[in-house]
C-alpha cells in the first residue's frame, strides 16, 4: 500500500506514519509547512504538487494537516479566518481535486475532520472549517466511484 500523507508532523500524522509504516506501507510523508514542498495556503504550490501525486501514485490519501488556533471569533481578524479556512479546508480541497486523478483504483481517500464538526467548539471558525470538510467528505463518498471516502473525527488531542 502506497500512502501519501499530509501533515506528517502534527500529532495524528505522526502516529499514523508510525503505524502504517509497521504495518508494511510505503509512505510519502509530507510536512506542509516545513517543506517547500507543499503549502495548503496556496493554490499554485497545491497544482504544482500534483505532480509529486502522479509520480508516486498512491493507493491512500491521508490528509492529517490542520490548524486550531483556540481562539473566540471577536480575537479573530479576515486573515487569520482565511487561514484556518485554507489550511483545514480550502487547501484540502484543491489537494484532493490535485491528486484524485492520480490515485490508485481502488483508492482510498482519509481526511481529518473533528468532532467540533458536530458538537462546536470554544474556537467557532475552528469548528465550521472542520464542519465543512466533513460536508466535502460525505459528497465525494456518494460522488466518487472507485475511491472510498472518510473523515476521522477525533476529539481534542
Known sequence: ???LLIGASSSVGCAA??????????????????????????PASIAHFAETARTFRPDVLLIAAGICPGRALDHYDDAAIDEVFAVNTTGPLRLVRAVLPHLSRPGQVLLLSSIAARRGSHDPVYAASKA????????????????RFNALAPGLI
Do not use: Q
Open 17 to 42: 506514519e508510525a503505524g502504517l509504516r509497521e504495518a508494511g506501507a510505503e509512505i510519502l510523508p509530507v510536512c506542509f509547512r516545513r517543506s517547500g514542498a507543499l503549502d495548503l495556503r496556496d
Open 132 to 147: 465543512a470538510l466533513s460536508g466535502f467528505i460525505r459528497s465525494m463518498a456518494c460522488a466518487t466511484p472507485g475511491v
Open 1 to 3: 500500500m502506497r500512502v
